[in-house]
């Protein structure tokens, strides 16, 4: 079942890089609390539209965003911690987004937005979306409607949606 707007986040944990332990857990129910967060997903880091568009897009509106009060951005694709450390350095995203892995797709799947993508080899993964959410409760979801496009979860959107 897909989430929906009014819902709570779901509590599934991501996992996160942690200079102290190497990975962390970030559970968006508890870290989201007293927060307004920008949460979107990528169907998998370092294809082309993750990489030219929709990551560049927020890394690029951070600023922007936070003046708008959003606390924190978090990119959240089905991919392990490994490569999104290595895509996080690729794109030089800093402390602007948080890439968290959702290795296994426990989050994606409860949260309603798997895709089985084995037609092109990638297997379970995660629709393109971005949501808005405050104090654990989600106040908007954009999910894309065409592959290869973040027009409607990209960061000019949810400026848009924000303003």
């Known amino acids: 079942m897909t989430i929906k707007v009014g819902d709570k ?4 944990p991501l996992t996160i890089p942690s200079k102290e332990k190497g990975v962390d857990s970030l559970n968006l129910e508890e870290f989201s609390k007293g927060k307004k967060i920008v949460v979107f997903a990528v169907p ?9 568009t929709h990551l560049p897009g927020y890394i690029e509106n951070h600023d922007k965003l936070k003046e708008m009060g959003i606390d ?3 990119c959240v694709s089905v991919n392990d911690n490994f490569v999104m450390n290595a895509w996080a350095a690729d ?3 800093g402390d602007k987004v948080i890439l968290a892995a959702d290795g296994s797709a426990k989050f994606t799947k409860a ?4 895709v089985d993508l084995e037609v092109f080899g990638l297997g379970v ?3 393109r979306y ?5 104090d654990t409760i989600i106040k908007s979801i954009n999910i894309e409607e065409k592959p ?7 960061a000019e959107k949810m400026l848009e949606i924000i303003g």
């Open 111 to 114: 949260v309603g937005m798997d």
């Open 148 to 154: 290869g496009q973040a027009d409607l979860s990209g």
């Open 130 to 134: 971005s949501m808005l959410i405050e």
């Open 91 to 93: 794109q030089n995203s």
């Open 125 to 127: 993964r995660s629709k």
């Open 44 to 52: 998998a880091a370092f294809s082309p539209t993750c990489s030219q």
């Open 72 to 74: 924190e951005i978090i």
């Open 9 to 12: 986040i779901a509590n599934e």
